[in-house]
């Protein structure tokens, strides 16, 4: 993956945008530490601080999700909403997530309620971004049924915690994330990485165990494939 992609380099950086953008893809496509991608880059004869991986991360993750929201299709007219707390320097915080029905990430919001005004903040972002769902399914919390009746009244709103396995699910690796950098540290960290992890695992997580081995191995050279030209079109 690394040879295919430009080796120019970015101003001000001292290695090639291919070392760059493999850094940023092993990081947030495993479940890896910044001091794990120092290692692989370490083993394939590059030299380089995990320090260094954290600001390539910081400065050109975002970048690439952005590019990858750009691209991606528009979703399925049904997605599941749902929360899930986290600790954030003691205190708690909840990460509202959406998902379409087939499983991709539509966007995530970290706020320190877990309240109507929340839910209408969240539904609101997602609105502005993808249009009006037809179907939104949610667990019981009584906020959601008051921002789809403020934002929304006309769609059809399914609140039933058994529905929502689909949203909790994805909750799973944010639980795996938090655990290797044992725990978070702000709120807009958690925002900014899990933005961006969510949106590399659109594309290299497509649904396996619907696919047969060469459609999946399709799917994954056209990940691949992407990756390189938003990795091209990196900027600082």
Known sequence: MISQVSQLRLKGFRFPRSIISYAVWA???FALSLR????LLAERGVIVSYESIRVWCQRFGPQIAAKIRRDRPAPSGKW??????????GR?????????????????LVQSRRNAQAAKRFLKKLMKRWGVPRVLVTDKLRSYG???????????HRSHKGLNNRSEA?????RRREKIMGRFKTPRQ????????????????????????????????????LWNNYAAEMAI
């Open 80 to 89: 599941h909403l749902d929360e899930v707390v986290i600790s954030i320097r």
């Open 170 to 174: 994805s909750h799973r690796h944010t």
């Open 27 to 29: 990081y947030h496509r």
């Open 146 to 156: 008051v921002a789809v009746r403020n934002l929304c009244s006309g769609v059809d």
């Open 190 to 225: 958690v925002q900014r990485l899990l933005s961006v992890h969510d949106q590399t695992a659109t594309i290299f997580r497509p649904q396996r165990h619907h696919l047969s081995a060469a459609s999946y191995r399709h799917a994954r050279a056209d990940a691949f494939s």
């Open 92 to 108: 708690k915080h909840w990460l509202w997530r959406a998902v379409d029905a087939n499983g991709d990430v539509l966007d995530i």
């Open 36 to 39: 794990d991608v120092e290692d």
